[in-house]
């Protein structure tokens, strides 16, 4: 049997949380004192290079469900792993291509400002943080109850410790370091991730003798056979896989987080870079856990991966102490830990600006505020959010999460992208084409997952789903007896008004079992992936509505837009 | 010229349209080429699994789904590459010369 010291407290993993714990509180101290203004605490003085930049956006989004959950979902399913890696990373030209420059060029350090720049501030920022805040705190959900289950499973502390740690780290990095202290914690952990994963895969390559063709050749021999390395069952309608796919994509520059990182850079010439940066790093990471993914399922093996965890979540680590040992698995098990402290960080901060600088200052204050005033109330939202954070973790405690990041990225893409995208290219988009794309999106994206088979099914008539199992099951152990009793019957050549009898009693069982069948619950919307529909509809009533009113003053503006967007006169 | 000038009037100088023209189109083409890429391989896990399945050569495991899931991952930051190249060089120096002439 595969020994494993995972699930118990690991010195050598803790010994590196602590140096990480440590030098990135010395940072925040370092950034503390140069965090001052709004611009400091939103967008680090706008002083990250492109590089940099770079780093911390692949820090940003590499979550531990990319991490861990890419590498798992490939050591246990095999190829069709791989088609979420890809979904992961193709919106990064999208983003470049359509969208950062003009970010760069137009906001100050929400994409509601751009969203604004020409529409009637109040009713956009309201829509724009609603759009945030519930990516965020999804986002937020899912990361937080991963974070539990991870450290409870690496480090042997209990649920409630980690996801309160997790927090508390969390809210100091951005409370005193804001956007300084966050791109740093983001830059490093995005350093740590890779060069762990490198390691990793040039340790799983040298078992192979370097040899991909061995690699898979041996993947071939697993259980799952050569369907290993094929599209399997992963993704069941044409339908499914499409919608998926523009979730995927469109969810990624749709992303509040991520698109405020093109506010710490200079210029546009920067965020461009960046994103090339990001790309680069992202994609390369994405291959490396598909390599570690495939290589677990050969050296580690299916059964010992997902007998620790179902999910196969655990496949890395597990890798890493077969081919490292317990100073390698100790190691990644912290960077591990630095991945999502470091997303829920810059989670933080993106929810924090969104109340502070689109809700208080924009609505509540009407754009006039004192800067002291608009980072106390940052401060002071991120206290809020992180202590909600901690709470929604604990009460999500073991309950399935995974359908919380598919709901991030379909609101990101349905609530915020269509919003951001039109208010940027098309002179006709009105304010109230605005405000109904978002809220479209941002409801009809929520409702038909609630509606959809991961939530109705498997979470909502969770009990019902095990009811009618559970009777399935007694009806198709009582069909059994009663095959059994009329091959007795036929043996022993009984009667034939009793085998009719027990024929009748196996066909009225066969009845039942249809009735009980009938009465699984079943989703209200089919489909598991509402993308298609919740972007569609955002894009369609956001172009309908605005061909049906008329925003003179967002008209006239247009032509000041279009000057700032392509060469940047005016940006902050 | 060293008076500023309007949007109005920057959106009509020669210069700015052709830099804007520009930028329109390797921008939506670059888009579509990296939506046809990846909704290519959408396509084909949906409507033609057993393409993705065949084997790369006899004897081996491998299949060609590999090397096109790992080829859109490439190709997607050689299109980021393309587009970042063609800014830096081509583009920023149009933006200067605009600027240059309506004074921002």
Not at chain 1, 397 to 419: H, Q
Not at chain 1, 461 to 479: F, G, N, S
């Amino acid at each position: 049997m595969h020994q494993t010291i995972i699930g118990q407290a690991n010195p050598v993993a803790i010994m590196f949380f602590v140096l990480f714990v440590l030098t990135t509180l010395g940072i925040t101290y370092w950034a503390a004192k140069r965090t001052r203004t709004t611009k400091d605490f939103y967008a680090a003085g706008r002083s990250i290079t492109g590089f940099q930049n770079g780093l911390a956006l692949a820090g940003d989004y590499m979550s531990a469900a990319s991490f861990l959950g890419i590498a798992g979902l490939v050591s246990t399913k095999g190829y069709d792993g791989l088609i979420y890696s890809v979904g992961w990373l193709v919106g990064w030209p999208i983003i470049m291509f359509l969208i950062a420059e003009p970010l760069r060029n137009l906001g100050k350090y929400t994409f509601a400002d751009v969203v604004a720049f020409r529409l009637n501030q109040r009713p956009i920022r309201a829509a724009a943080a609603a759009g945030s805040l519930v990516v965020v705190l999804t986002y937020l959900i899912a990361q937080m109850v991963g974070a539990g289950t991870l450290i409870k499973l690496m480090f042997g502390l209990p649920f409630e410790l980690a996801v309160a740690v997790t927090g508390t780290l969390m809210i100091c990095y951005v409370i005193f370091g804001g956007m300084i202290a966050t791109t740093w914690v983001q830059i490093i952990k995005a350093c740590l991730l890779l060069g762990g994963a490198t390691l990793l895969v040039i340790l799983t390559l040298n078992e192979f003798g370097f040899s991909y063709a061995e690699l898979f050749k041996r993947a071939s021999a697993t259980p799952l056979g050569q369907k290993f390395l094929e599209p399997g069952a992963l993704i069941s309608s044409p339908l499914e896989a499409f919608s998926l796919g523009l979730a995927l994509m469109f969810g990624t520059a749709g992303l509040p987080h991520i698109l405020m990182r093109f506010y710490t850079v200079p210029d546009a010439k920067a965020a461009r870079t960046s994103v090339f940066y990001a790309t680069g790093f992202i994609g390369y990471f994405y291959i490396l856990t598909v390599t570690i993914g495939f290589g677990a399922a050969v050296l580690v093996g299916q059964k010992v991966i997902m007998g620790i965890d179902a999910g196969g979540n655990m496949a890395g680590p597990l890798l890493a102490e077969a081919l490292g040992g317990n100073i390698f698995l100790g190691f990644l098990s912290a960077v591990a830990f630095a991945t999502i402290l470091a997303v829920v960080s810059g989670l933080t901060l993106a929810g924090a600006s969104a109340l502070s600088h689109d809700l208080y200052v924009g609505v509540i204050r009407r754009g006039v505020a004192a800067e002291k005033e608009e980072v106390k109330v940052a401060k002071i939202a991120t206290i809020g959010l992180g202590i909600c954070a901690i709470l929604l973790g604990i009460l999500f405690k073991g309950k399935n999460v995974a359908f919380l990041v598919g709901l991030t990225f379909a609101i990101a893409a349905s609530a915020n992208f269509p919003a951001l995208l039109m208010s940027i290219m098309w002179k006709k988009f009105t304010t109230a084409g605005a405000v109904t794309s978002i809220y479209v999106g941002l409801i009809s994206a929520t409702v038909l997952i609630v509606l959809s088979p991961t939530v109705w099914v498997d979470i909502v008539h969770k009990e019902d789903v095990a009811a009618v199992q559970a009777q399935i099951k007694t009806i198709d152990a009582a069909a059994a007896a009663a095959d059994a009793k009329i091959a007795d019957l036929q043996k022993q050549l009984g009667s034939k008004a009793a085998i009719a009898a027990a024929v009748q009693e196996k066909d009225q069982l066969a009845e039942q079992k249809k009735a009980a069948g009938a009465a699984m619950p079943k989703a209200i919307f089919p489909m598991k992936n509402p993308g298609i529909f919740s972007m569609g509809a955002a894009f369609l009533i956001g172009i309908l509505v605005s061909l049906m009113s008329r925003d003179k003053a967002a008209e006239e503006k247009f032509e000041g837009e279009k000057v700032r967007t392509y060469v940047g006169i005016g940006a902050e | 010229m060293s008076s500023k000038r309007t949007a109005h009037e920057i959106m009509q100088d020669p210069d700015f349209k052709e830099l804007a023209r520009k930028k329109d189109r390797i921008s939506w083409v670059l888009t579509v080429l990296e939506l046809v890429l990846y909704f290519g391989f959408i396509a084909l896990i949906a409507y033609n699994k057993p393409f993705l399945a065949q084997k790369m050569s006899e004897g081996g495991a491998a299949t060609i789904g590999i090397p096109i899931a790992i080829g859109t991952i490439v190709l997607s930051w050689v299109f980021t590459g393309i587009y970042t190249w063609w800014a830096n060089t081509k583009y920023d120096a149009m933006v200067k010369k605009v600027i240059e002439k309506v004074g921002g």
